[in-house]
């Protein structure tokens, strides 16, 4: 597994925008669906939103969609989420890693190791 390393994050008003971005250091990069997943004060890591290996399918956790947009480029070796219209509620630390799909449309980290992440307060 190569090294995953996140950034872009900070503290906005709420409606604000961030872009994040995460960089994978290893070229295998291309093979893998990329998710992001967020860990909130006091609550556990969830799914937010996965691109898989080609651009041609995202999809979403019901309380971002239309809000945060996933993008990748595989020159690169980047994964972003552009987050628009943010909410007090999406505070928390942001982490990429591979995913994989779950019966119930969310998706799952496959690396077992993570990055440090990146932190995002929405706050007034």
């Known amino acids: 597994q190569g090294q995953l390393v996140e950034s872009g994050g900070g503290s906005v008003q709420p409606g604000g925008s961030l872009r994040l971005s995460c960089e994978y250091s290893?070229?295998?990069?291309?093979?893998?669906?990329m998710g992001w997943f967020r860990r909130a004060p006091g609550k556990q890591r969830e799914f937010v939103a996965a691109?898989?290996?080609?651009?041609?399918?995202?999809n979403y956790a019901d309380s971002v969609k239309g809000r945060f947009i996933i993008s990748r480029d595989n020159a690169k070796n980047a994964v972003y989420l552009q987050m628009n219209s943010l909410k007090p509620e999406d505070t928390a630390v942001y982490y990429c890693?591979?995913?994989?799909?779950?019966?119930?449309?969310?998706?799952?980290?496959?690396?077992?190791?993570w990055g440090q992440g990146t932190q995002v307060t929405v706050s007034s």
């Open positions: 691109v898989t290996y080609n651009s041609a399918t995202t």
């Open positions: 890693n591979a995913a994989y799909p779950n019966t119930g449309g969310t998706y799952s980290p496959l690396f077992g190791a």
């Open positions: 290893d070229h295998t990069f291309v093979d893998y669906t």
